[in-house]
């Protein structure tokens, strides 16, 4: 069967909108740092590609929208008094690393891209 475009670029691009959700989610955390009763959100990335990638893309012929992925709640190492959840230092540790695996991400989907450029264009 052969493969089309979006499945082509289907992973690369899932993964690419997953870590920027992410880098969201870290940044709102860190950002709460101070928030009395804040609890700091993630998603588990691994499972919500997955389920990104074995789901139809809205507004794919007869598709349905894949799920936003589920938000979990972290559990601190050490509670603080005020009840917010936030370990800055975790959260500093958590958003270097998802800029790193953003940024390779990127590099993928531009090579992808540029290897179809290429590919159109004869070379």
Known sequence: MP???DDYLKFNAEALKLR???QELIASNIANGDTPNYKAV????????RAATEHP?????GGAAAAAPDLLYR????????GNSVEMDAERAKFADNTVRY??????LSGQLRTLLSAVQGQ
């Open 75 to 82: 559990t601190p190492a050490q509670s603080s008094v005020d």
């Open 42 to 49: 993630d998603i588990e990335f691994a499972q919500a590609l």
């Open 20 to 22: 920027s959700y992410r």
């Open 3 to 5: 493969v089309g475009l």
């Open 57 to 61: 893309a809205v507004g794919a012929a």
């Open 103 to 108: 940024e390779a991400a990127m590099r993928f």
